[in-house]
């Protein structure tokens, strides 16, 4: 059996700690990426009358007709009756250089109560003209495309899509984006239509209002035309998303090095914060990720105890995502004091043992500990054919008013280890902190008749 070397150890510890902890610190860098003006997750629940704009631009929707809660894409969506139901947004955002529409849709047919064409999003009165842009489509289920610049018949492009017959009942991704040049339409992320279209676009509709789920004819013959069918995660950019951007629905992955979850360190031990958090490759880009502490910025240590670490990030399309593990801040501990010595040292049975310590911070200053709440185990080293290791744990006899205290001087816990009564033989002795957890030992000490 060896003898322990407990400061031996305890340093050999500290400098392997050291060496993982003070690591580079990972970067996290946002990337500018595309900005999403507004998006309306459609997630309220059954009966509610507003929909939230989630992109913080307070683009609050107001719920005419639509039944909300409704079984989405993505959590819950709204239905429309295809003849007056929409989501009157206000104003919308304003956008007259690059843009992004995109949606999930979910028909139940093409057509409405009205013969013309139902939008999925539109600004302004798409039947005279007065409009800013609008995703639709046509009677025969064609995806189309509309921006005007001016608000007349010559300001106004359509890019039609390539093919009749979006498919019906099943979920369907549509998008259309104008980088100032081009528009462009997807089909489930496919190219299925482009156009060149000039001038910008039309910044000051009539009405300046933007619709889910409608096209606004304010004097056209048979008036406004809703969609038949469900409407999930309507979002819009002020720049053209490329495809591999659109339907982004998965948040950043969040990696935290440093603290690890479940490490252990010790009190005022220099432990630099390591993680990141990337968006997936062709995705929105990162738009923030903040944590408890900086990368390369010191964690919290200055007390003992259970800590936790935290990281959020978020991407430029609203998706978010939160981590936390949990690490904990111990005491340093460098072994019993004197008059304890290890074997081959050995203390007469019927003696009565002056069991003490210290507890430490990293850099083994000697700190209160009046809040450690230590309490001692003792187990009997036990030699048989077929047993060799500490047996069960002794009830030390009752120290008395001798017992366990606390010199709030020194800083030191003593504990006087009554031994008469117990044989001959090596014991373990282990030191556990009620305040922490965090127990140490075996301390071997030899007892002779």
């Known amino acids: 059996m060896k003898n322990q070397n407990n400061i031996k150890k305890l340093s050999i510890t500290l400098l392997l700690l050291a060496m993982l902890v003070l690591v580079p610190a990972a970067s996290v860098s946002a990337n500018p990426g595309p900005v999403l003006v507004a998006r309306w997750n459609l997630d309220e629940g059954i009966g509610a009358s507003t929909v939230a704009d989630s992109s913080g631009n307070g683009n609050t929707g107001t719920v005419v007709g639509a039944t909300t809660g409704e079984a989405g894409k993505f959590g819950n969506a709204l239905s429309f009756d295809g003849k007056d139901d929409y989501v009157e947004c206000g104003s919308g955002p304003s956008i007259t250089g690059g843009l992004t529409i995109e949606a999930w849709i979910f028909l139940e047919g093409y057509g409405s109560y009205y013969p013309y064409y139902p939008s999925y999003v539109s600004k302004g009165d798409v039947g005279n003209y007065m409009e800013s842009y609008a995703l639709f489509?046509?009677?025969?289920?064609?995806?189309?495309?509309?921006?005007n610049s001016n608000g007349t018949p010559g300001g106004r492009t359509i890019v039609w899509g390539s093919a009749y017959g979006i498919p019906l009942k099943t979920w369907t991704h549509v998008a259309g984006t104008y980088d100032g040049v081009t528009m462009r339409i997807y089909i489930n992320g496919s190219p299925d239509g482009s156009g060149a279209h000039s001038g910008g676009i039309y910044a000051t509709p009539v009405p300046d209002s933007l619709k889910i789920g409608q096209s606004y004819r304010l004097t056209y013959p048979g008036g406004s035309t809703s969609v038949n069918g469900v409407i999930d995660e309507v979002r819009i950019w002020s720049s053209a998303l490329t495809a591999t951007q659109l339907d982004d629905m998965t948040p950043p992955e969040i990696t935290i090095n440093v603290p690890a979850d479940g490490v252990e360190y010790l009190l005022n031990q220099v432990v630099l914060a390591n993680w990141s958090a990337e968006d997936e490759a062709g995705g929105s880009g990162l738009k923030s990720a903040t944590g408890t502490k900086d990368p390369g910025v010191a964690i919290d240590?200055?007390?003992?105890?259970?800590?936790?670490?935290?990281?959020?990030?978020?991407?430029?399309?609203?998706?978010?995502?939160?981590?936390?593990?949990?690490?904990?801040?111990?005491?340093?501990?460098?072994?019993?004091?004197?008059?304890?010595?290890?074997?081959?040292?050995?203390?007469?049975?019927?003696?009565?043992?002056?069991?003490?310590?210290?507890?430490?911070?990293?850099?083994?200053?000697?700190?209160?500990?009046?809040?450690?709440?230590?309490?001692?185990?003792?187990?009997?080293?036990?030699?048989?054919?077929?047993?060799?290791?500490?047996?069960?744990?002794?009830?030390?006899?009752?120290?008395?008013?001798?017992?366990?205290?606390?010199?709030?001087?020194?800083?030191?816990?003593?504990?006087?280890?009554?031994?008469?009564?117990?044989?001959?033989?090596?014991?373990?002795?282990?030191?556990?902190?009620?305040?922490?957890g965090q127990t140490d030992g075996p301390f071997e000490i030899q007892l002779r008749k």
């Open 301 to 436: 240590t200055a007390t003992v105890g259970e800590k936790a670490f935290t990281v959020t990030a978020t991407d430029n399309a609203g998706n978010s995502d939160t981590k936390t593990i949990t690490y904990f801040v111990n005491y340093g501990f460098i072994g019993l004091l004197p008059p304890y010595q290890a074997p081959p040292k050995a203390f007469k049975i019927t003696s009565s043992i002056p069991l003490k310590w210290q507890y430490t911070d990293y850099s083994g200053t000697v700190i209160d500990s009046s809040a450690a709440n230590p309490s001692i185990e003792i187990k009997p080293w036990v030699l048989s054919d077929t047993l060799s290791s500490y047996g069960d744990p002794i009830t030390p006899n009752d120290p008395g008013s001798s017992g366990l205290r606390y010199d709030s001087e020194t800083m030191t816990w003593q504990f006087n280890w009554q031994t008469k009564g117990l044989t001959a033989g090596i014991y373990g002795i282990w030191v556990t902190s009620g305040q922490t």
């Open 137 to 147: 489509h046509s009677p025969a289920g064609q995806l189309a495309f509309l921006l």
